[in-house]
């Protein structure tokens, strides 16, 4: 078992019952509350009362599509920048790892992987040293640079299914635009088109119920 010294509460937001029951059974804290949260909103108010001292989390679930939580990790770690938090996830695209990779204050740990790399990085997350694990390491094949905020607003309705020339009618840009912040995304995540459509696909991944 590994001893989480966060000095408090763990919060966990994690679709697997197993998983959930295997994490408990795994990390010892200081205290005994510990929280299992099933949808965003409920996480931001969590959060937002200051109880818990360190967040474990998977990408997606039952309520949530990964874009959501994607989204919601990278803005929560500049509202709540003193969380540790490690993403313990099945996900694989490297563009998605690359985005999170970016902040060294997020530890990234492959599921697949041994156990004592889910202590490492908890270990290394209260010191927000960046932690992958090896798994994650040898999918990061290209540094991500930020998106801004076009961009991600073109993404998200991208993974809604909407078509480059809808998005143009309804953010009032050319065609041209739009079709310019699809390759600055491409670009910046290291995507040809065939990794841009997996990107897509995978941004639209929920836990099955």
């Not at 060294?104 to 040293?129: N, Q, Y």
């Given at each position: 078992m590994v001893k989480a010294d966060f000095g408090d509460a763990l919060l966990f937001f994690?679709?697997?019952?197993?998983?959930?029951?295997?994490m408990?059974?795994?990390l010892v804290t200081q205290s005994s509350d510990s929280y299992f949260i099933d949808t965003l909103r409920a996480l931001e108010g969590v959060?937002?009362?200051?109880?818990?001292?360190?967040?474990?989390?998977?990408?997606?679930?039952q309520r949530e599509y990964l874009y959501d939580v994607l989204r919601f990790v990278l803005t929560a770690k500049n509202v709540w920048p003193?969380?540790?938090?490690?993403?313990?996830?099945?996900v694989e695209h490297p563009g998605i790892l690359a985005l999170l990779a970016a902040d060294?204050?997020?530890?990234?740990?492959?599921?697949?992987?041994?156990?004592?790399?889910?202590?490492?990085?908890?270990?290394?997350?209260?010191?927000?040293?960046g932690y992958r694990s090896p798994h994650i390491r040898a999918r990061l094949v290209h540094s991500a640079a930020a998106l801004s905020d076009?961009?991600?607003?073109?993404?998200?309705?991208?993974?809604?299914?909407?078509?480059?020339?809808?998005?143009?009618?309804?953010?009032r840009r050319s065609y041209k635009t739009i079709s310019s912040h699809k390759l600055n995304?491409?670009?910046?995540?290291?995507?040809?088109?065939?990794?841009?459509?997996?990107l897509i696909l995978s941004?639209?991944?929920r836990y099955p119920s």
């Open positions: 994690e679709p697997s019952y197993l998983v959930r029951r295997g408990e059974a795994f959060l937002k009362e200051g109880k818990p001292r360190a967040l474990i989390m998977e990408l997606y679930h003193e969380i540790p938090l490690v993403i313990f996830t099945t060294a204050r997020i530890a990234i740990v492959a599921k697949g992987e041994p156990l004592h790399c889910l202590s490492d990085a908890i270990a290394a997350a209260g010191k927000f040293s076009s961009e991600w607003r073109v993404l998200a309705m991208m993974v809604a299914g909407v078509s480059p020339g809808s998005i143009a009618n309804v953010t995304i491409m670009r910046k995540l290291g995507l040809n088109q065939a990794g841009f459509m997996r941004l639209r991944t």
